[in-house]
């Protein structure tokens, strides 16, 4: 599927999906849109990308933001 194919089923412009793809920053609806259309799931229109690493961080991050609000 093209780009072009893409937007005209989001019903958008070949020209806010390229800004969409390469400016970034898509609302959730967007991203529901998109997925729904290709029929993904959103985990796996990301997979492959940087929040992946989502899955390395600190098993112990609860007690540590806890920790931190105690501080503040």
């Avoid at 989001?10 to 020209?15: A, C, D, E, M, R």
């Avoid at 799931?41 to 007690?63: A, V, W």
Wanted: proline share 6%.
């Amino acid at each position: 599927m093209t780009q072009s194919e893409l937007a005209r089923l989001l019903l958008i412009t070949p020209q806010q999906l390229f800004k969409i793809l390469n400016e970034g920053n898509p609302t959730l609806g967007t991203i529901w849109q998109i997925c729904n259309t290709l029929r993904i799931s959103p985990q796996s229109l990301f997979e492959g990308t940087e929040l992946e690493d989502m899955n390395r961080i600190d098993p112990n991050i609860e007690q540590i933001l806890k920790d931190r609000e105690k501080k503040h």
